[in-house]
């Protein structure tokens, strides 16, 4: 039987380019996204290769939530919580920051992970795996990015817990790094940013978490490229 995936923020960027990894290998997924033609785009290339559920929504939204693990079914070997929003752009001061705003870009990036992974416990069997993709203005003191780095800073502290209340599963938190995306590009208005590797560079640690036999943490890209290089 296939191995089935969620990987939400899927029609661009990182979820993008593991979605088609995983199709390569014949992952069975389940792909979502906000803006429905990126997504359909996304689902008639990747459905050339395996069996792709894509459904448009926002993950702060419980129906979606609900829908995206129904349509899974009864065994989701691996949850991957891509999906994020960055917030204003060019980033407030914290001094600054719109509480409105905060409590969107929280209830994205933290709480929406934590609530799809109650939701999927049920259908995953020891040794399933969750990745939930962080930053590392999760844990640097980054002028400008305390809105989006402390949302992030929440997630990770979110994934060390479940590591240690579920040792059967393998829980990550993975910062890939600067990359060449759009989030990134708007997280630098007006600036160059051709520069930073593309999301596909990352895809080869992704699959070192989803298939190799590391313990839960935390993993960055760099870190991981330096174990698959050994």
């Known amino acids: 039987m296939a191995s089935t995936a969620i990987i939400t923020g899927a029609s661009r960027g990182l979820g993008l380019a593991l979605a088609r990894a995983l199709a390569a290998r014949q992952w069975r997924l389940v792909i979502d996204a906000r803006g429905a033609d990126a997504l359909e785009a996304a689902r008639r290339e990747l459905t050339a290769r395996t069996d792709v559920t894509a459904l448009v929504g926002d993950v702060a ?103 240690a209340e579920r040792p059967n599963l393998a829980v990550y938190a993975f910062d890939p790094g600067d990359m060449n995306t759009a989030m990134h590009q708007a997280a630098f208005p007006g600036e160059d940013i051709s520069d930073r590797p593309p999301p596909e560079e990352s895809v080869p640690a992704l699959l070192a978490l989803l298939t190799g036999d590391l313990p839960s943490g935390r993993y960055g890209d760099a870190d991981l490229k330096v174990e698959l290089e050994r």
Not at 93 to 113: C, R, T
Not at 117 to 133: F, T, V, W
């Open 61 to 163: 939204d419980e129906r979606h939530r609900r829908a995206l693990v129904t349509a899974a079914g009864d065994r989701i070997d691996a949850l991957v919580n891509n999906a994020s929003i960055l917030g204003p752009s060019p980033q407030p001061s914290l001094e600054a920051y719109p509480l409105d705003v905060l409590e969107d870009v929280y209830k994205v990036n933290a709480l929406a992970p934590l609530r799809l992974i109650q939701l999927a416990l049920p259908a995953m069997a020891d040794g399933a795996r969750i990745i939930n993709i962080t930053s590392d203005a999760a844990v640097e003191a980054y002028e400008g990015w305390g809105g989006y780095g402390s949302s992030k800073a929440a997630l990770e502290q979110l994934t060390n817990v479940l590591g």
